[in-house]
DNA sequence: GCATTAATGATAA
DNA sequence: TTATCATTAATGC
């Protein structure tokens, strides 16, 4: 079966739609919990986090994202204020398109509304698949289904070198973990041929 | 040198 | 068993 990625959209079709080149330092506020969604976001190069915190002001990130690909995209279709924050994780340069101006495009190019639909799908399906795992208590459950979700983001599949590009402090904030856990749990994994440590750089 | 990240040990819940 | 706290080592700028 072929599988439908991710596809980004092309920039200078978004650019065609008025669409402008931001960029942001690193640890800067692209939007927040409570602004109401205007944009479109891709990202073209830099790395971007979706979190919140809770009310111990604990932090729980909800995701981590790369080159190439789009957020806040759900929040485009409703009437609904985001409920995360969006910051960049290193210095990042995005491609943002007005709210009704993808619309139009949306619009204007079934195709890509299809591909747009299959994206969303395909990250609610994997997304729910994550969730079945972190209610698990078992430490390396959740961090395998961190890395399950965190694979099926990534164009390369190379099956068994996905270097997971998180500090285990990231690690440890997307699954709730403790960073200490994280470090021993993932060591007892590599043991046990779950995954492999190289340079200290994780690879599943 | 300083800041960040990783690793390890001790102890409490 | 994991969280918490403290300490130390390694890494990158």
Do not use: W
């Amino acid at each position: 079966m072929k599988t439908i990625s991710c596809m980004k959209i092309d920039e200078q079709l978004l650019q065609s739609y008025g669409a402008e080149i931001k960029t942001y330092k690193e640890k800067e506020l692209i939007f927040r919990e409570d602004d109401s969604p205007n944009f479109y976001y891709q990202i073209i190069d830099g790395g971007v986090k979706v979190n919140n915190f809770n009310d111990d002001g604990k932090e729980f990130i909800h995701n981590i994202l790369g080159k190439g690909q789009s957020f806040g995209d759900a929040h485009l279709f409703i009437e609904k204020k985001y409920t995360v924050n969006a910051f960049a994780i290193k210095p990042t340069t995005l491609i943002v398109l007005p709210k009704k101006k993808f619309i139009n495009l949306v619009e204007e190019h079934p195709k890509i509304s299809l591909e747009i639909n299959a994206c969303l799908s395909l990250r609610l399906y994997f997304k729910m698949k994550m969730m079945h795992d972190m209610v698990s208590q078992q430490p390396s459950a959740r961090i395998l289904g961190l890395f399950n979700y965190l694979r099926s983001y990534t164009d390369c599949e190379d099956q068994h070198s996905f270097n997971v590009q998180l500090t285990r402090q990231q690690i440890a904030d997307l699954t709730g973990l403790r960073v200490e856990t994280i470090i021993r749990t993932i060591k007892k994994m590599e043991k046990e041929n779950l995954l492999k440590i190289e340079d200290r750089k994780i690879y599943y």
